[in-house]
């Protein structure tokens, strides 16, 4: 295997408080690299007190200079991070690859790019929109004017997961500060790294110490569940799986604060026997092992009109058998390994479970690596099919690389097949027919559906799903109104 860079962090990734990176007193855990399962570093793991202090410290910024900064100016910060992000494009590849193992070339080339178009695109977007004015005349001839404003909630928590660690992040970090609210960003365990270098990244933009603020530490019982209590958090922004989302929502209730939800999901795509075959397999073979099939998006189910069924398993089978596991440092690799060894043990106790009741198209095995990597969490790109509609592996989101191939005979049983799941997040419909794609999708349950395509992303549009895959929406001007609180101001006057 390659040499691995690594980024110019220290070996333990610390808390970021008030403009400093916090002595560490308490425990510490191991950071491991899934590609090769070696130690890369240690996590401190913070908790109450920790979370006390960065409250402490973004209340001081809400009341110093951040809190009187035009909405101008801050944009103006974000665009700067932006810019030094990309600028240290290569510290935050290191990072992002040493946390998650994945392939370089795509942490280099979409996803921490989409790190700085975050910042962008909250900027110009807070920037130019409008405050609303309504007028009216009242019962007696007053000339009434509503405005409504909006103005920071104020300490605000970000969750986030370690699937897409740092766009996921930002997706939060950005319309939050545009919107001139104070963070406390709460990273996964299993991936700190690139939040410690935004810390970096924000103070070195001229970020006032305590706006942006890194608490690490678990969930359940550590950091997480410490900012979730803590009665100054005013909102929590949360990524992650849906019963987390519970617990959270319990924890969340007795202060009764704002939630936003972006969790699980068991995305259906479903093939019309119109569709381009071979655009067809290719694009699912991408939407369901990109990222080793850790993104909330990525296909599980795939439902095929039956005409095409025969050829398109294979088909699909074949193309799974080049996304080849690999050295995430060689241009070639397009699939890096899952993120731990329980998240693989999960994934091989599903694909037993496959391999008993159904059959196994592709993959389904641990791959065998090259040197260097045989220690690290690897698993081939799986296809079953023959499994029951209620099987686990149809029914429970895996969040790897496997899917699960089924035909049908109408559109109204792809349709039935594919809504018959407690999770809404994403769909993709293939056909030719554009109509045919605008029924489908209008009947699809699930906040994103992708026609011919998959994961493209305008950043103005609502992002999240239904049923137990979110609640709330991110995205552009979502994102813009989750993180403020409207203030109507209503003025009468007499203009005779
Ligand atoms: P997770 O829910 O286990 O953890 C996410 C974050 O929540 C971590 O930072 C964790 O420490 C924290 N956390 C855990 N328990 C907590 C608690 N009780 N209180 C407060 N914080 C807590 O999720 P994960 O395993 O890191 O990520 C994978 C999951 O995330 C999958 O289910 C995937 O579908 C989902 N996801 C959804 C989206 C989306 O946009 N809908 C995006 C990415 C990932
Ligand atoms: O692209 C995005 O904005 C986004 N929130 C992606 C989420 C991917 C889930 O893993």
């Known amino acids: 295997m390659k040499a691995m860079p690594t980024a110019t962090v220290p070996e333990v990734r610390r808390h970021f408080i008030g403009g400093r990176w916090f002595e560490e007193t308490g425990k510490t855990r191991p950071l491991r690299n899934p590609a090769t399962g070696m130690v890369h570093g240690r996590l401190a793991l913070g908790g109450e007190a920790e979370v006390e202090a960065a409250v402490r410290a973004a209340r001081a910024a809400l009341e110093g200079p951040w809190g009187r900064m035009t909405l101008a100016a801050r944009c103006d910060l974000l665009d700067k991070v932006a810019d030094q992000l990309l600028e240290r494009l290569e510290d935050l590849v290191a990072a992002e690859v040493g946390d998650t193992g994945k392939p370089a070339h795509e942490a280099r080339s979409w996803e921490l790019p989409r790190a700085a178009a975050n910042f962008r695109a909250f900027a110009a977007l807070a920037r130019s929109r409008a405050d609303e004015v309504f007028r009216m005349r009242s019962a007696d001839g007053l000339e009434v004017m509503n405005t409504v404003l909006r103005a920071p909630i104020g300490v605000v928590g970000l969750i986030v997961p370690w699937n897409l660690p740092l766009l996921l992040l930002t997706f939060k970090a950005a319309p939050a500060l545009a919107m001139g609210n104070v963070i406390i960003a709460k990273p996964s365990e299993e991936t700190p790294t690139t939040a410690c270098l935004l810390a970096e990244i924000m103070a070195e933009a001229g970020l006032p110490d305590g706006v942006f603020n890194v608490v690490h530490g678990l969930g359940a019982g550590g950091a997480g569940e410490a900012l979730v209590r803590h009665p100054e958090v005013r909102a929590i922004a949360f990524t992650g799986e849906s019963a987390t989302g519970r617990s959270i929502m319990a924890t969340a209730s007795h202060g009764l604060k704002a939630l936003s939800f972006e969790l699980g999901g068991k995305n259906a795509a479903i093939v019309l026997e119109d569709a381009d075959l071979e655009a067809a397999v290719a694009g699912t073979a991408r939407s369901a092992f990109l990222n080793t099939g850790q993104v909330c998006l990525c296909t599980e189910r795939v439902y095929v009109a039956r005409p095409l069924y025969e050829t398109f398993v294979a088909r699909l089978a074949e193309e799974a058998s080049r996304w080849v596991p690999g050295d995430p440092w060689q241009l070639g690799t397009r699939l890096g390994p899952v993120i731990s060894e329980g998240q693989r043990e999960r994934i091989r106790r599903y694909a037993a479970l496959a391999a008993e009741s159904g059959t196994v198209r592709a993959g389904g095995v641990v791959p065998v690596m090259s040197e260097g990597l045989e ?122």
Request: glycine share 10%; proline share 6%; aromatic share 14%.
């Open 375 to 496: 220690g690290g969490w690897w698993f081939a790109p799986t296809v079953w099919t023959d499994l029951g509609e209620d099987h686990p592996c149809v029914r429970e989101e895996v969040f790897g690389p496997v899917c699960h191939v089924a035909p049908f005979d109408t559109e109204e049983d792809a349709l039935k097949m594919a809504n018959a799941s407690p999770y809404g997040l994403a769909g993709v419909v293939w056909t030719r027919d554009l109509e045919r794609a605008m029924r489908v999708s209008r009947r699809l349950e699930a906040g994103l559906t992708w026609v011919n395509s998959w994961y493209l992303r305008d950043l103005r549009t609502p992002f999240g799903g239904v049923k137990a895959s979110g609640i709330g929406r991110e995205g552009g001007v979502w994102s813009l109104d989750f993180f403020s609180e409207t203030r109507t101001i209503c003025v009468p006057w007499d203009e005779s």
